[in-house]
């Protein structure tokens, strides 16, 4: 069956360091894998989009890689701030409008 | 650009009461929503999805005669939890997708806390 995993434990990182968040998955294929950030009681904000194609992409802080071959996501913000602690959610979206997929997501508690 | 609404923000209802959630879109039309529910430190699971005009489709295990989904128009879709019951209690969020502004980006709305006492 198909399986998204993202690190269940909570990522505490200094401010100024980058973090790095992981999305692993199996028995997928998905056309689009996308990045959320989640703060308590909302709901996610739509971060990055990459391709299948792509093997990465950049946003301001913000990088995104994603090796098809490995079935993963690295996703990294550089020089993180305490706002950046939320909890990040990996989607993986087969295309052609099917279902896009959630994992669970990592907390990500970036200290002073 | 792209902002989804959902009102109300929190409800709190007696079991046996139904509770109707609005979701809309704000300065677009929304070809597709999709209604979610997340329970605490869960992921999102997709409910439903309903295209603008036509019924909704729900996923499996999901009732349709206890969550019924109405998109009446391309800005408004609304969620309407019947004879609610304190297992239904959870976060609500919906979200839209429009060709219009990006064919593989969600928007998600800001959800809605919902209590069954």
């Known amino acids: 069956s198909q399986k998204i995993e993202q690190n269940s434990e909570a990522l505490n990182i200094q401010e100024g360091k980058t973090a790095t968040l992981t999305c692993n998955y199996t028995?997928?294929?998905?056309?689009?894998l996308q990045w959320y950030r989640q703060d308590p009681g909302r709901g996610p904000v739509f971060l990055l989009l990459?391709?299948?194609?792509?093997k990465e992409k950049r946003k301001e802080r913000l990088k995104v890689t994603f090796d098809t071959t490995l079935k993963q996501s690295l996703f990294h913000i550089t020089a993180s701030q305490p706002a950046d602690s939320a909890t990040y959610l990996c989607?993986?979206?087969?295309?052609?409008?099917?279902?896009?997929?959630f994992g669970t997501g990592t907390k990500l508690q970036v200290i002073p | 650009g792209a902002v989804v609404s959902q009102h109300p923000s929190r409800v709190i209802c007696k079991s046996g009461t139904s509770v109707k959630i609005e979701c809309r879109s704000l300065d677009f039309q929304a070809t597709t929503m999709f209604w979610y529910r997340q329970f605490p430190k869960q992921s999102l699971m997709l409910m439903a999805t309903?295209?603008?005009?036509?019924?909704?489709?729900?996923e499996q295990g999901v009732e349709k005669d206890k969550f019924l989904i109405n998109h009446a128009s391309l800005t408004l879709s609304t969620l309407t939890v019947t004879s609610a019951h304190p297992e239904d209690s959870s976060f609500y969020i919906c979200?839209?997708?429009?060709?219009?502004?990006?064919?593989?980006?969600?928007?998600f709305g800001p959800g809605t806390r919902l209590l069954v006492l």
């Open positions: 979200s839209a997708r429009a060709a219009s502004v990006s064919q593989e980006t969600q928007y």
């Open positions: 989607a993986l979206d087969p295309g052609g409008y099917q279902k896009v997929t």
């Open positions: 990459i391709r299948e194609n792509e």
């Open positions: 309903s295209n603008e005009g036509s019924k909704a489709t729900y």
């Open positions: 028995n997928y294929s998905p056309a689009y």
